[in-house]
């Protein structure tokens, strides 16, 4: 996948199945670039999505529904306090009226739900976006460092909120640089290096009901 | 003294490497000049009645910069933290996301106007003529097309460099025959026109054919524009 | 792996065509500036022989811009480059028409009017065309991102084009209700044009045809060529990174 003269994402070829995925590699090597690409906010160059079988596209709001993502920016409404902006996302997903207030709950958050987003702590920022991401109840979760600007008792809230989330038919992918961490729960890993897939392989096995996730991109 | 010109020696290197500013304000400034030709007609033409044409010229060129600067700034909001992100991911139609997006444009409008035109009445003595309901007739019609076109250029501008200077660029054009109508229309009301002398000068169809062909032009591109 | 100098040359066709509008270029002035009588001195005498050359530009002018409009629907269904090409060629050639007109007609304008410029209704839209499809080459090159530029021209060139008849009849309608300076009417219908004077227009506009096409060719070929240039550059890159 290329953006101008830049090869960022290069023959990957993942199945991603139920469960946590962990997505590592040093910095530059592309993590983010393959989250923005699954999630749909850029084209890839090359190559196709496929969930269950049948391909997606994020132009299907089919698709969009079943997916959260959270970027390096919190992706929140600065102006708007914590729970109006999870009570926003909640409503375009569809979700539960009750989610939004479980979700506050489940990442420490309700202390500061009639906070401006845009007030918050690098720290409450990352958790508020896990919240956003969570919002929906998707079937797909994509995270790029959900982990970042955390201590230690705020990771352990993040790590409780995906294993709450974790369901079968579930698929997640979250790129970190704290592997210790998210290796003491996730499923798989995948380890990526200049664009490249490197080494991938499950930690646990699975002997649910598979349901493949394939993307392929070539260069 | 040299230091302040080695510094604004500097940004002139930096115009004519990037040349993003001194072009787009050429046309900006061609674009406005167009506008305010017809906002100032010539005297031989309006007669007697040309006090009321650029009274109405005044109007609405107001309405018109004030807005598309303001149909910029909403724009903003989205950029800030990656909210333009969260946004495009929620499973909603591109098409509504215009039509929500030209709402809460058109209530910055319409508050706007409803400050600016009694206040304007007051001091420069505008006589509306009591037509009230003719009044509120054209500046509905004359907003709807107006942000139709602003909201989906004002998204389209927002993804470029030198926004503030594109979106009048673009829009100023494409909105002379708004633009034309509401002055007609508003300089008839001023010399005292009622509703049914209005609908007989034909602005009315023109009015409603832009408006048409802009909002559905804006709800079926406002995907192409976003994506 | 090819290189950038392998370049393909020009194909005869190409050449051809250019001769070809050339040609015609020449036949067109003999016949307009000899054929053709002179027309009354109310219409400027010789100098309405520009209309010959004003006409004709305005037609390829709105040609062009219907292209644009066609290419710009069509890149944004299959998104595929050439169409996009197609477009950003077009708008170019049809900013270089419609300056021809602009220019042409207060030339005509200055002698016979009086002024340089009048707001009459073919002159006003054609002026506001011109500066639309000025934004859309400001748009194209202030687009902070290669991706998106066609995306968001194209929505321009589509817009644009919706609005040319709008325009066009409201500039007309408000002409009428405020007429100054003499009627325009179009100098090169209705007063007296007999097989001469038609001959001499439909040469120059075949030749006006013929300088479009060509002009359109050779700036399609050159955007090929680019692309084809970067595509070359970026699997050098990729190919250095492995």
Redesign the interface.
Known sequence: MRFGRTVALDGIELTLEEGITGLFGPNGSGKSTLLRAVAGLVRPSQGRITFEGAPVAAADEGWRRLVGYAGHESGLYPNLTVSENLELFGRLYGSNPARPASLLSQLGLEGRSKTLAGELSAGLKRRAAVARALVGEPRLLLLDEPYANLDDDSAALVTEALVAWREPGRSALIATHGARKLKAFADAGVILRRGRIVTQGRYRDSSQQRRPFHETATP | MTKTMWLAAKDLRIEMRA??TL??ML?FA??VA?VL??AL??A???GDDVVSYVQAGFMWVTVLFAGLIGFGRTFE?ER????L??L??????RSALFVSKALSNLAFIVVLETVLLPLSALLFAYDLGGSWGALVAVVALVDVGFVA?GT?YAA?AA????REL?LP??A???L??VF??AL?LTADLLLGAGFDALAA???FG?LV??DV??VT?GAV?FD??L? | MATASELRPRPAGLDALGAAAVASVAAALLLVFFVAREADVTMGGQLQRIFYFHVPSAWIAYLSFAIVFLASIAYLRTGAGRWDLLAHAAAEIGIVFTTLVLITGPIWARPVWGTWWQWDARLTSTLVLWLTYIGYLFLRSLASDEATVGRLAAVVGIVGFLDVPIVHFSVQWWRTLHPSGPTVANPTTGSGLGTPELTAFFASLLAFTLLFCWLLSLRLRIGRLAQRVELEEIERAAAETR
């Open positions: 040349r993003d072009a787009p046309g061609a674009t167009l030709a017809f007609p010539e031989s033409s309006a909001v800030a933290e990656g909210a992100d969260s495009l991911l929620v499973p909603v139609d076109v989906l389209l993804q470029t460099r030198s594109l660029l673009l100023l054009p494409a002379i025959p034309i109508a007609e000068r034909g602005w023109i054919a832009f062909v802009f032009a591109l192409a524009v994506d």
